[in-house]
């Protein structure tokens, strides 16, 4: 079948979901006011509260929510081939991604701007805080493990990455002095950085340098380290800004390279309901972890976001606008992996190194625009590199300031920044080196999906605190949190703990067990605490007065 | 060619159902878009810096007015007695225009 046709189930998605179903719940359950204040406009401080015209917050939190996830992730979901992974990502997003994102939002504004924390911390439970803090620290780790793998496979496998990406980051300081300290121009520092990354990627291709794996696993934790430790603006931030340009015009040329080569699809489209990775349900689901629903997506639409939306009629376009422009990233994946390999058994032996993958499809796509070849592979490399260390770089700051919070009060060498860091990237580079990573992805999709259930347990307790129709947020709500649940329990007891007793990466499979079992745990007594809160928050909107209904 | 108010050949037959006011729309959209995908990350960062410095200079100027106490004041007052009478002097050195020839004279 012709990849274009995968263009019309995306296009259907997109219009109906987005402009008859999406607007039908905000208008008609969540009620959406133009007329009423945001918190941006009540309390304009400037810097967090700032209200900002709709469609630079779309661009805003498109760059804020795509990451490599909504390309990997379907990349490995292949397995069961593209007919099951089209289908999660058209429907998964039409019912339940835009949803939470847009709930997230909305839950937040009509909450004075609270975040995830504070918000879990009213409508859940207090001890709801610190559960959800606990969950997002393995969380991060499982996402700093999954990452850390796709970067050092990729550039481990590709001698013509190491030389950009290295000069990349030389780039991110020269930026970051630059912009904050030399005053340059800003237009003036993007052409600068601009042109050296690309004759980066160029020269990447003629100077090419194979590095070990592990020598390039401890080049990325030392990254890291530096990422945690180093003033934002000295480091990460200017990375991020710098190599934006990169990942963006690599989208582009992407799309252009699928319209105008129209290559058929070679890989099946179905192949069986279970395979080695485990079965279709619920594994798939979580393989898939961003493109059709994200936990990450709630955390960024609750805090910046929903502080800078200047109208309650822009969140739908910004937050389900962003998140369709995510399932298009995803569209864009399946299309370019299943057509870049001649069948099954070549995508099969690749599979272990998702960056290849891509490199190879959307290169080949790229190249439909004239460019040659081994830059093409080298851009689309670099951009997925890109995506990965971009995500990296925040994580173990996260985890750096997630720790302090935790442990802080009863372990106070916690809040020491480099202890916590090198900590985080201790058990890091010990779960990378030691773990199955495919394993370890689809623990990432389930604690990323978890944190959407999560998100959606907030958005149900919300509208049913407020007597309104929470039926559209609790049924994928259930859907999520079950599957999820599962999925973690099958992946700790079907696969991880078998592959250990086997004698197979012992003890990597058993610390990624036990961080799936803690996962649980937490989600249980998340529920736990959230179905005591619901029957609560039920009975005060029932027994509330008719004009406190309303007031939501 | 598309800015209000300028017109060019062609203009009166090609634009005259208001597709103008909507391509410029369009047009300033995208530039919004872009704008947010590319730079409205490093704006905030920008005025999270200059939040970070306010809140500096704020804390050391008003800090005990709203029940951070800090002894800055404190000591000031402590020593105001001790330096009042080299006030002006002080002021004439700071506001002082120093040029080649003072330094020379050191």
């Not at chain 1, 995506?387 to 173990?396: E, G, Q, Y």
Request: overall charge positive; some cysteine; proline content about 4%.
């Amino acid at each position: 079948m012709n990849s274009i046709w995968v263009l019309l189930w995306w296009a259907v998605i997109l219009v109906l979901g987005y402009w008859v179903y999406a607007r039908h719940v905000a208008k008609n359950i969540f009620e959406v006011d133009g007329g009423r204040a945001t918190p941006a406009k009540m309390y304009m401080d400037g810097v967090d509260f700032m209200p900002a015209n709709k469609n630079v917050l779309f661009g805003f939190q498109l760059n804020s929510i795509a990451g490599a996830a909504p390309i990997i992730g379907p990349i490995v979901a292949l397995q069961w081939g593209w007919v099951p992974a089209l289908l999660w990502l058209g429907l998964g997003v039409f019912f339940i991604g835009w949803l939470h994102d847009f709930s997230s939002a909305m839950v937040s504004i009509r909450s004075d701007g609270d975040t995830f924390g504070a918000l879990s911390y009213k409508l859940i439970s207090p001890r709801a805080r610190k559960i959800l803090l606990t969950f997002v620290y393995f969380y991060l780790l499982l996402i700093a493990t999954a990452f850390g793998h796709v970067i050092t496979s990729g550039i481990s496998k590709d001698a013509a990455l190491p030389f950009p990406m290295l000069i990349i980051i030389g780039v991110a300081f020269l930026v970051g002095h630059m912009i904050y300290k030399a005053r340059v121009n800003i237009l003036v520092t993007t052409v600068v950085a601009i042109v050296i990354i690309f004759l980066s990627i160029y020269l990447g291709t003629v100077w090419k340098w194979s590095l070990s794996y592990t020598t390039v696993l401890v080049c990325v934790l030392i990254f890291g380290y530096f990422s945690s430790i180093l003033p934002v603006w000295r480091f990460i931030q200017p990375y991020n800004y710098a190599s934006v340009y990169v990942v963006y015009f690599g989208i582009i040329a992407g799309i252009l390279g699928i319209l105008i080569g129209a290559k058929p699809m070679t890989l099946p489209a179905f192949t069986s309901w279970s395979i080695g990775m485990g079965p279709l349900w619920p594994i798939l689901f979580l393989t898939i972890a961003c493109g059709s629903i994200s936990g990450w997506h709630s955390l960024v639409s609750s805090t910046a976001t929903s502080r800078q939306l200047e109208n309650e009629l822009d969140v739908r376009p910004v937050t389900g606008g962003a998140m369709f422009a995510e399932f298009t990233i995803s569209i864009i994946a399946v299309i370019v992996c299943a057509t870049a390999f001649a069948d099954k058994a070549a995508y099969l032996k690749a599979v272990g190194n998702p960056t290849g993958i891509f490199t190879a499809g959307l290169g080949g796509a790229i190249t439909t625009l004239g460019l040659p070849l081994s830059y093409a592979q080298a851009l689309a490399g670099s951009m997925i590199i890109i995506l990965a260390l971009t995500i990296v770089n925040l994580v173990f700051r996260f985890m750096k300031v997630a720790s302090a919070e935790l442990l802080g009060d009863v372990v106070p060498i916690a809040k020491n920044p480099h202890i916590a860091t090198i900590f985080a990237l201790i058990i890091t580079f010990i779960l990378v080196k030691t773990g199955t990573w495919l394993y370890v992805w689809v623990l990432f999709g389930g604690a990323n999906q978890l944190m959407a259930a999560l998100a959606l347990l907030l958005t149900t307790l919300f509208l049913a605190q407020k007597a309104k129709n929470y039926k559209v947020a609790i049924y994928p709500m259930y859907f999520m949190y079950i599957t999820t649940v599962c999925g973690l329990f099958y992946m700790a007891f079907f696969k991880l703990i078998p592959a250990a007793m086997k004698g197979q990466k012992v003890f990597g499979n058993v610390f990624a067990a036990a961080v799936a079992v803690l996962l649980i745990i937490c989600a249980l007594i998340l529920a736990y605490d959230g179905v005591k809160a619901f029957k609560r928050h039920r009975a005060a909107a029932v027994s509330a007065p008719e004009g406190q209904k309303a007031a939501a | 060619m598309l800015r209000e108010g300028v017109n060019f050949p062609g203009h009166g037959f090609l634009f005259q159902f208001g597709e103008k006011r909507v391509i410029l729309g369009f047009l300033r959209s995208l530039r919004d878009f872009f704008k947010g995908l590319f730079l409205y990350n490093l704006y905030g960062h920008f005025h999270a810096q200059k939040r970070c410095l306010e809140n500096v200079f704020m804390l050391g100027l008003f800090g005990p007015m709203i029940g951070v106490p800090h002894l800055f004041q404190y000591y000031s007052l402590r020593l105001l007695p001790y330096y009042v009478r080299d006030f002006p002097a002080w002021k004439r050195r700071m506001v002082k225009e120093r040029d080649f020839f003072d330094q020379v004279g050191e």
